[in-house]
């Protein structure tokens, strides 16, 4: 049998503790625990604690990247709607003091930090309204929505995105943005309402949701019909998403009690991986599948200002020796 000195040129270090900064492919011996261990690439993903935003809120809307997000509306729990919009840089939470014309909750929201777009939501009534962000100054859209709702799920670019679903009562309707105007899509094959949403225009899900139960269907958009794709692992509703169509992350909700439990889509399968360390819903979300980031939300009727990074990265894999 080859040896790990003569494929390599060196021994394996022992060392008492495990090293403090490893690199990737370094392999120890750890005579503590009598384990051999090696820093490696791994496909898992985990949360970590970012700050706090400046205004807690749930039912929020949420848009751009885990480097640069954007989060705005949302209410405070009492039932006071918000317009204030906040800015993420990877580290903090900037308060723009232009915040949304119309202030409401159970939003959508898709784009990015510097083009972002708001659509739909509850005032004291239904709206559609639609506004589009530059960077600093929201400027409304006088073509609203043609099916005015609440907790409808959104995708996409501020010149090229989904509204999708919503209620009451659940509907199953799909509405596209070419930046100036809404038009009819294809309806989602099962009307429903407080789903996830991610993806672009013409390769979006719409996931989770509820009619009037919590839900795991998962349905993809090619640009005019929805097609039946994999079932969540966790039924819930108020949840929030991320990524693309083949590449996607499903985070947080409410099934009957707040959920933190996390999944993977990879096109066809959820899988589930490291849940949130705080359980929330209504929470918003933007990012990719390998970088996302989760804020706000809703616990115990409380609103929060919570935030979290999800990042796969080089992680330690251990051997145990007998």
Do not use: H
């Not at 490893?22 to 690439?41: A, D, E, H, M, R």
């Not at 209620?167 to 930046?179: I, K, R």
């Amino acid at each position: 049998m080859a040896e790990y000195i003569n494929i390599k040129g060196q021994n394996i270090e022992v060392v008492a503790s495990d090293p403090a900064n490893p690199t990737q492919g370094q392999i120890w011996y750890n005579s503590t625990s009598n384990t051999l261990k090696g820093l490696g690439v791994t496909t898992a993903g985990a949360w970590a604690t970012g700050n706090n935003m400046n205004t807690a809120r749930g039912t929020l809307g949420g848009a751009g990247t885990q480097t640069a997000g954007l989060a705005f509306g949302g209410d405070d729990g009492p039932g006071a709607n918000i317009p204030a919009t906040e800015e993420y840089n990877g580290s903090a939470w900037t308060s723009n003091p232009t915040g949304l014309n119309t202030a409401r909750r159970a939003l959508a929201g898709c784009g990015t930090q510097t083009a972002g777009l708001a659509f739909g939501g509850y005032t004291t009534v239904d709206v559609g309204a639609t506004e589009e962000y530059d960077g600093s100054t929201w400027a409304s859209n006088p073509t609203g929505l043609s099916t005015v709702r609440r907790f409808l799920a959104g995708c996409g670019t501020q010149t090229a995105a989904l509204a999708i679903g919503g209620g009451p009562p659940f509907t199953g309707a799909t509405e596209e943005y070419d930046g100036s105007t809404w038009t009819a899509g294809g309806s989602l094959a099962t009307a429903r309402a407080s789903s996830g949403g991610a993806g672009i225009q013409t390769a979006g899900l719409c996931i989770g949701g509820e009619n009037p139960s919590p839900s795991a269907l998962t349905e993809e958009y090619d640009g005019s019909t929805w097609t039946a794709g994999g079932n969540l692992n966790t039924s819930r509703r108020v949840l929030a998403a991320a990524g693309t169509q083949t590449e996607a992350l499903a985070f947080g909700g409410n099934t009957t009690v707040v959920q933190s439990a996390t999944e993977e889509y990879d096109g066809s399968t959820w899988t589930s991986v490291n849940s949130m360390s705080t359980a929330r819903s209504g929470l918003g979300g933007d990012g990719t599948q390998p970088t996302a980031l989760a804020f706000g939300g809703i616990i115990s009727g409380t609103p929060s200002a919570a935030t979290e990074e999800w990042t796969v990265g080089l992680g330690i894999q251990t051997i145990t020796v007998s």
